[in-house]
């Protein structure tokens, strides 16, 4: 069983920058982790992925802007925001993929705000 709590989420203004953090209880290091993100009246959708060896992908809507990263030892990822625009206006949820087995794993989610 994995937990996972977000933290780091706020309000901004256009053009700032936020580091959203996610902390799991359980062994995480062997699994993919991501960050998916919904914003109001939309589907989620994914924002980036981590693998265990620190392989990375990336939404095109944030490329450039935005990096994702782990502490492996702290069982923690984090999402570095930068050049933040309105519309990465969202609640971001981290996830741990283990869809192989049929599971993932949700936090509850941070709310991001841009202002414009």
């Known amino acids: 069983q994995v937990q996972l709590v977000e933290s780091g989420g706020g309000l901004v203004q256009a053009g700032g920058s936020l580091r959203l953090s996610c902390t799991a209880s359980g062994i995480i290091f062997n699994d993919v982790m991501k960050w998916y993100r919904q914003a109001p009246g939309k589907q989620r959708e994914l924002v980036a992925g981590?693998?265990?060896?620190?392989?990375?992908n990336y939404a095109d809507s944030v490329k450039g802007r935005f990096t994702i990263s782990r502490d492996n030892a702290k069982n923690t990822m984090f999402l570095q925001m930068n050049s933040l625009k309105p519309e990465d206006t969202a609640v971001y949820y981290c996830?741990?993929?283990?869809?192989?087995?049929?599971?993932?794993?949700w936090g509850k989610g941070t709310l991001v705000t841009v202002s414009s």
């Open positions: 981590i693998s265990s060896g620190g392989s990375t």
């Open positions: 996830s741990v993929d283990r869809s192989a087995y049929g599971l993932m794993y």
